[in-house]
């Protein structure tokens, strides 16, 4: 065989690689998929001054806590800062009021946890990105007027990339990185091979260390109702993975996991154990519209219980895009984005 085969062969053999990886690459990301609208009753917005990417909800009060923050302005390079929000859900209409005594400097915030301590009083815990300053978790403490003072901060290197929180102490709690790239050629490894390189990092209220390792881009977690499982959403994972929980010494074990379709964000936690699962079935739509408004990236909430996941919203991105919180409480859903200000409120029939 002559050299000129030799190179046409190698070259033709590489160009169906490529192909290949990148047809691949936009099978994962959802080029090819066709959703079809779904809701789960009426829906109605509630218009925001800023995103609410994380909502938690107190059970005992019927508040709604938002986490804000002008999310498009900060993916243009503005220096903005954030605050979280309250909703009475008892209320007719809904408004969002502040949540807080006073935010921290440069706060920034991100995914949230509440936790309900022995004596009534309630913890916020807030992850914040300021700038030109380490990752942080920011603790707050509910006062008699409702509103959160806060306590303290806490900032360790194992906080590579915080997205998501779960309390289980006064000064305890367990942070999700999304990334745990810390070179070029691991970035790639990272998202463009989807190596699992993200952790769960757990404080006891002193020292920080890796709880689980091995996620491919852990983004959110929810806490089981008795405090002895965790389910972290695996973006580029496309999955649900289950851990059990040693609540003396705070270790995770890997249990099981669930295969979704599309890349989940965060989970909410139901009284009863039952799961809502923000769900992006379009990623690469999410990528788009990062950098441009007028492109939506649909939004999708699953519901997960006893085993069995089920489609409750699917909106093509012109009710609410990006969105990345579902939140359940007295047959209404509350769905927030990433970058969209306002929340989208759908009656469960």
Not at 80 to 89: P, R
Not at 107 to 115: A, E, K, N, V
Not at 281 to 290: G, M
Request: hydrophobic share 45%; proline share 5%; glycine share 10%.
């Amino acid at each position: 065989m002559s050299w000129k085969k030799r190179i046409s062969i190698a070259v033709v053999a590489f160009l169906l690689v490529v192909v290949a990886f990148s047809l691949e690459f936009m099978s994962f990301g959802g080029a090819f998929r066709e959703l079809t609208p779904r809701t789960p009753g009426v829906c109605s917005t509630l218009p925001l001054t800023a995103s609410a990417e994380d909502i938690q909800i107190d059970r005992n009060r019927s508040i709604a806590y938002l986490s804000s923050l002008d999310r498009r302005a900060l993916v243009k390079g503005e220096d903005v800062e954030g605050t979280i929000l309250q909703l009475d859900l008892t209320a007719d209409p809904l408004r969002a009021m502040p949540a807080l005594v006073a935010a921290p400097q440069a706060f920034r915030p991100h995914g949230m946890s509440l936790y309900r301590m022995g004596d009534g009083k309630q913890r916020l815990f807030v992850i914040s990105h300021p700038e030109n300053a380490p990752h942080a978790v920011e603790i707050f403490e509910q006062q008699t007027d409702g509103r959160f003072l806060h306590l303290g901060t806490v900032r360790d290197p194992l906080l590579l990339s915080p997205n998501a929180i779960v309390a289980v102490g006064p000064t305890q709690f367990y942070v999700a990185n999304d990334k745990g790239a810390t070179n070029v050629f691991e970035r790639m490894r990272e998202f463009v091979f989807r190596s699992g390189l993200s952790t769960v990092v757990y404080y006891d209220g002193a020292t920080m260390r890796v709880a689980a390792e091995g996620l491919k881009s852990a983004v959110g977690m929810g806490l089981s109702p008795d405090g002895l499982k965790i389910h972290v959403a695996e973006t580029l994972g496309k999955r649900l993975s289950s851990f059990a929980r040693d609540p003396v010494s705070g270790e995770l074990r890997f249990v099981d996991y669930v295969a979704l379709e599309g890349s989940p964000d965060n989970i909410n936690v139901d009284g009863d154990g039952t799961l809502w699962i923000a769900v992006h079935a379009k990623l690469l739509d999410l990528v788009r519209h990062f950098g441009d408004a007028g492109h939506v990236s649909p939004t999708t909430i699953l519901r997960h219980s006893a085993g069995v996941t089920q489609t409750v919203l699917v909106d093509d991105g012109k009710g609410i895009s990006a969105g990345s919180v579902g939140a359940v409480f007295d047959g209404r859903l509350y769905v927030g984005s990433i970058t969209e200000p306002k929340i989208r409120v759908c009656r469960l029939r």
